[in-house]
């Protein structure tokens, strides 16, 4: 009985990691709503309501799921007109769920947040990797909000991490060159982007980088059974925001634990077929790539498609219906053309992409403009975060956290996160 529980899971995590060309030829998996149980337990530990006490009391509105399959919609529960944010996750994909708990946090802050799905979302309809995304759709997401009930017309802005940070300025950017010639396309009233790539990158899959996430992170048995997970730093399990779990074995619903994660099919091997990039992949496309193989005669058949594959076919991440003006793989992004407000974040020792290839490209495309933009560098500190002053009035503030990576630690996201807020209510209300 146990081995073919082990056996029916490894059946799942593997049809649920093939490659592109196969998992559109085929159904993509479904997306499960979380249920409000296990939304309540990975957010549990987000909302810091010492340093951010809550204004309102946050409630999902579920008709967004159905308008945009994988997103989930957070409103103050007060039933009147809020300003709105459209947050957009990174590479990892929609299924993490990694905008979700942020949503909810905006929302008990007086803001209604969509945790916005536009990859990888369980539905057959849309991409299932960063290949060929519409910002159409994304936009679609953006206009909807502003005159759904929840806002009314208020002002909108927008959110992304890493590749979402991407979108989030390349979406601006378009936008606003779309603008002078259509009066009618509506730009978001403020953007903030933490660790956004200056140019416009390849597609991507992560499901193409073996090891690039441990344990059961992608597996959908997992993703679908929350409850059944307890935060554990010395857990197998890696969830929303990468952090440890365990299963929790003693609850008796919680007895079919999942057996083994994408991550354990792959084993290095010099002869292997497969690539994963090294680290800081755009910033060395010509690096050379570690060799793995899979594990057949335990996975079952292997992916189809991998990182290789994608790299020699360069199809584009973005585009805009068939248009991909502005959206060419390498395009410096014109963040300048767009005239609101933009904060952008980024660590020191980012190991995606460099500062000089993140937040200090945009910014000497703003020098060379001649645009008035301020750059402060966020010394590292133990302590909480005093309150900060109001931004000042100019269109682009950078902020370069001294000794943070991609995914900043505890203190830092404090600090960004009353940036943010500050940012937010400074431009959207």
Same mark, same amino acid.
């Given at each position: 009985?146990?081995?073919?529980?082990?056996?029916?899971?490894?059946?799942?995590?593997?049809?649920?990691?093939?490659?592109?060309?196969?998992?559109?030829?085929?159904?993509?998996?479904?997306?499960?709503?979380?249920?409000?149980?296990?939304?309540?337990?990975?957010?549990?530990?987000?909302?810091?309501?010492?340093?951010?006490?809550?204004?309102?009391?946050?409630?999902?509105?579920?008709?967004?799921?159905?308008?945009?399959?994988?997103?989930?919609?957070?409103?103050?529960?007060?039933?009147?007109?809020?300003? #709105?944010?459209?947050?957009?996750?990174?590479?990892?994909?929609?299924?993490?769920?990694?905008?979700?708990?942020?949503?909810?946090?905006?929302?008990?802050?007086?803001?209604?947040?969509?945790?916005?799905?536009?990859?990888?979302?369980?539905?057959?309809?849309?991409?299932?990797?960063?290949?060929?995304?519409?910002?159409?759709?994304?936009?679609?997401?953006?206009?909807?909000?502003?005159?759904?009930?929840?806002?009314?017309?208020?002002?909108?802005?927008?959110?992304?991490?890493?590749?979402?940070?991407?979108?989030?300025?390349?979406?601006?950017?378009?936008?606003?060159?779309?603008?002078?010639?259509?009066?009618?396309?509506?730009?978001?009233?403020?953007?903030?982007?933490?660790?956004?790539?200056?140019?416009?990158?390849?597609?991507?899959?992560?499901?193409?980088?073996?090891?690039?996430?441990?344990?059961?992170?992608?597996?959908?048995?997992?993703?679908?059974?929350?409850?059944?997970?307890?935060?554990?730093?010395?857990?197998?399990?890696?969830?929303?925001?990468?952090?440890?779990?365990?299963?929790?074995?003693?609850?008796?619903?919680?007895?079919?634990?999942?057996?083994?994660?994408?991550?354990?099919?792959?084993?290095?091997?010099?002869?292997?077929?497969?690539?994963?990039?090294?680290?800081?992949?755009?910033?060395?496309?010509?690096?050379?790539?570690?060799?793995?193989?899979?594990?057949?005669?335990?996975?079952?058949?292997?992916?189809?498609?991998?990182?290789?594959?994608?790299?020699?076919?360069?199809?584009?991440?973005?585009?805009? #219906?068939?248009?991909?003006?502005?959206?060419?793989?390498?395009?410096?992004?014109?963040?300048?053309?767009?005239?609101?407000?933009?904060?952008?974040?980024?660590?020191?020792?980012?190991?995606?992409?460099?500062?000089?290839?993140?937040?200090?490209?945009?910014?000497?495309?703003?020098?060379?403009? #001649?645009?008035?933009?301020?750059?402060?560098?966020?010394?590292?500190?133990?302590?909480?975060?005093?309150?900060?002053?109001?931004?000042?009035?100019?269109?682009?503030?950078?902020?370069?956290?001294? #000794?943070?990576?991609?995914?900043?630690?505890?203190?830092?996201?404090?600090?960004?996160?009353?940036?943010?807020?500050?940012?937010?209510?400074?431009?959207?209300?």
């Amino acid at each position: 009985m146990a081995v073919t529980r082990i056996l029916a899971a490894v059946v799942v995590i593997v049809a649920w990691t093939h490659g592109v060309a196969q998992a559109q030829q085929n159904s993509a998996p479904r997306q499960m709503p979380l249920p409000e149980r296990a939304i309540e337990q990975m957010c549990a530990s987000y909302s810091d309501p010492a340093l951010f006490p809550p204004r309102f009391a946050a409630k999902e509105e579920p008709g967004a799921r159905a308008m945009f399959p994988g997103s989930y919609l957070f409103v103050p529960a007060d039933g009147t007109p809020h300003p #709105g944010v459209v947050l957009l996750h990174g590479s990892e994909g929609g299924r993490s769920g990694s905008t979700i708990c942020l949503a909810r946090f905006l929302a008990q802050q007086g803001y209604a947040a969509l945790s916005f799905c536009y990859f990888d979302c369980g539905n057959d309809r849309l991409p299932f990797a960063l290949v060929g995304v519409d910002l159409r759709r994304t936009y679609e997401a953006m206009t909807w909000l502003k005159t759904s009930v929840h806002v009314a017309d208020k002002k909108v802005g927008l959110y992304g991490f890493s590749r979402g940070a991407e979108q989030t300025i390349l979406l601006a950017s378009v936008l606003a060159m779309r603008a002078k010639s259509d009066p009618a396309i509506a730009l978001p009233d403020a953007v903030f982007a933490h660790a956004p790539y200056g140019t416009v990158a390849p597609a991507y899959n992560f499901r193409w980088r073996p090891n690039q996430l441990n344990g059961a992170y992608w597996d959908p048995y997992v993703r679908a059974s929350l409850q059944c997970l307890a935060y554990d730093s010395t857990g197998k399990y890696r969830v929303v925001g990468g952090a440890a779990m365990r299963w929790r074995s003693e609850d008796s619903a919680c007895s079919e634990k999942p057996a083994l994660s994408f991550s354990d099919c792959w084993r290095e091997d010099s002869r292997g077929r497969y690539s994963v990039p090294p680290r800081g992949p755009y910033d060395n496309p010509g690096a050379s790539r570690g060799s793995y193989a899979w594990l057949a005669d335990m996975c079952g058949p292997p992916p189809e498609v991998n990182q290789r594959d994608i790299d020699k076919a360069h199809p584009p991440a973005w585009r805009w #219906g068939d248009s991909l003006e502005g959206l060419a793989t390498g395009t410096v992004i014109a963040l300048g053309a767009y005239p609101g407000s933009a904060m952008l974040t980024q660590g020191t020792v980012d190991e995606v992409w460099s500062l000089a290839n993140g937040i200090e490209r945009i910014m000497a495309t703003f020098q060379r403009a #001649g645009t008035r933009f301020t750059h402060t560098i966020v010394a590292q500190t133990a302590t909480a975060p005093a309150e900060l002053p109001v931004a000042p009035a100019d269109r682009l503030l950078t902020f370069a956290f001294e #000794g943070e990576a991609h995914t900043f630690r505890t203190t830092a996201v404090r600090t960004e996160r009353n940036l943010m807020l500050t940012f937010f209510a400074a431009r959207l209300r």
